[in-house]
């Protein structure tokens, strides 16, 4: 799964502007670095405008975790969705129509996920190799008892050899490049078998960072320190993938 990610002031800019968002237009205002996102917050997200032509493109704040189960039921006691299965996207009617319709893209820098050693977890940060920014790959819908933007999920798929021995999902990554042939598509096109496939391996990297990511309320760059000594599996310090 995918439940935190980071996000540089200066990655946002370059993404918006790949995908064709004006410099600062409406919500776009540019946000802060943070190296924490966490679900349940506001996140910015790049979608084509409801009701729209799907090349026009808006960027809003969304609430990252969809309180939605089946087709278009609405459950406002069930625990939000921050991730999608991409399997669960081609077999299911309501993400379905989804993927059909209302896809977006979260704008991130690098993302986390956390290795478990018995009863302790080790966080990981995975960027591409290059260190550019990148598109996480999501789908969002309206919540008629929160704010009238909406809310979103992120797609997860299979692991790639980067990711598999940390876990056994990671989010599906879109190239600010394919940021079009994602937002314009539809689940008839090529690019919905792309769901099922993981991000290439010699694309990414991944390597161990600080305990301070644990919690929620560190965002500064505190969060991708080289882990401490004391603070590391069988001595692994540094180690990169």
Same mark, same amino acid.
């Given at each position: 799964?995918?439940?935190?990610?980071?996000?540089?002031?200066?990655?946002?800019?370059?993404?918006?502007? &790949?995908?064709?968002?004006?410099?600062?237009?409406?919500?776009?205002?540019? @946000?802060?670095?943070?190296?924490?996102?966490?679900?349940?917050?506001?996140?910015?997200?790049?979608?084509?405008?409801?009701?729209?032509?799907?090349?026009?493109?808006?960027?809003?704040?969304?609430?990252?975790? /969809?309180?939605?189960?089946?087709?278009?039921?609405?459950?406002?006691?069930?625990?939000?969705?921050?991730?999608?299965?991409?399997?669960?996207?081609?077999?299911?009617?309501?993400?379905?129509?989804?993927?059909?319709?209302?896809?977006?893209?979260?704008?991130?820098?690098?993302?986390?996920?956390?290795?478990?050693?018995?009863?302790?977890?080790?966080?990981?940060?995975?960027?591409?190799?290059?260190?550019?920014?990148?598109?996480?790959?999501?789908?969002?819908?309206?919540?008629?008892?929160?704010?009238?933007?909406?809310?979103?999920?992120?797609?997860?798929?299979? @692991?790639?050899?980067?990711?598999?021995?940390?876990?056994?999902?990671? @989010?599906?990554?879109?190239?600010?490049?394919?940021?079009?042939?994602?937002?314009?598509?539809?689940?008839?096109?090529?690019?919905?078998?792309?769901?099922?496939?993981?991000?290439?391996? &010699?694309?990414?990297?991944?390597?161990?960072?600080?305990?301070?990511?644990?919690?929620?309320?560190?965002?500064? @760059?505190?969060?991708?320190?080289?882990?401490?000594?004391?603070?590391?599996?069988?001595?692994?310090?540094?180690? /990169?993938?």
């Amino acid at each position: 799964m995918c439940c935190r990610y980071m996000l540089l002031g200066k990655d946002a800019r370059d993404l918006l502007a &790949a995908a064709g968002i004006p410099d600062e237009e409406g919500d776009t205002a540019y @946000p802060g670095d943070n190296y924490n996102i966490a679900p349940s917050s506001k996140i910015k997200v790049v979608r084509a405008k409801p009701g729209r032509v799907k090349r026009e493109r808006e960027c809003v704040s969304l609430h990252w975790g /969809l309180r939605w189960h089946g087709a278009g039921v609405q459950r406002t006691s069930a625990p939000p969705i921050v991730n999608v299965r991409a399997e669960s996207l081609l077999s299911k009617a309501g993400f379905r129509e989804a993927l059909m319709s209302r896809r977006c893209l979260i704008p991130a820098s690098g993302f986390y996920e956390w290795e478990k050693a018995g009863r302790a977890r080790f966080p990981w940060l995975f960027q591409l190799r290059d260190k550019r920014p990148f598109f996480l790959a999501g789908i969002w819908d309206r919540l008629p008892d929160r704010d009238a933007n909406g809310a979103c999920a992120i797609i997860t798929t299979e @692991p790639n050899n980067v990711m598999r021995p940390i876990h056994h999902r990671m @989010p599906m990554i879109v190239p600010a490049e394919d940021a079009t042939r994602w937002l314009d598509g539809d689940a008839r096109d090529g690019m919905s078998t792309l769901l099922l496939l993981p991000f290439e391996d &010699a694309l990414m990297r991944a390597r161990r960072v600080s305990s301070h990511v644990n919690n929620t309320r560190n965002a500064g @760059p505190e969060c991708v320190a080289p882990p401490a000594a004391d603070d590391e599996p069988d001595g692994r310090q540094g180690m /990169l993938f």
